[in-house]
């Protein structure tokens, strides 16, 4: 079983720029779907961005335009490179992923996340 460990997370102010890497234990070319997740405090854990090994990738609308998913099959990471943050982005991000861009099923145990924190 594939585990993964986050990082990159921190405090930043509104408008600046964190890029968090997702780095895997095993292969991750054999997982179809790479994504990252984040979970507000007292708020259910949502899916930020996906990418399939094909090049799709998937976004929240409350995110597109300013994250930007990326993976690197060879090293066995994935990062989420996020610009223009807003104080609505805090959160805990985790990577996991899924065999399909039509499921919402992870298959991957949950790391322990990374704490991004947006705040003047």
């Known amino acids: 079983q594939v585990q993964v460990v986050e990082s990159g997370g921190g405090l930043v102010q509104p408008g600046g720029s964190l890029r968090l890497s997702c780095a895997a234990s095993g292969n991750i070319f054999s997982i179809f779907v790479m994504g990252w997740y984040r979970q507000a405090a007292g708020k259910q854990r949502e899916s930020v961005a996906s990418?399939?090994?094909?090049?799709?990738?998937e976004y929240a609308d409350s995110v597109k335009g300013r994250f930007t998913i990326s993976r690197d099959n060879a090293k066995n990471m994935v990062y989420l490179q996020m610009n223009n943050l807003k104080p609505e982005d805090t959160g805990v991000y985790y990577c996991?992923?899924?065999?399909?861009?039509?499921?919402?099923?992870?298959?991957?145990?949950w790391g322990q996340g990374t704490q991004v924190t947006v705040s003047s």
């Open positions: 996991n992923g899924r065999q399909s861009l039509y499921t919402l099923q992870t298959i991957l145990d």
């Open positions: 990418l399939s090994n094909g090049g799709n990738t």
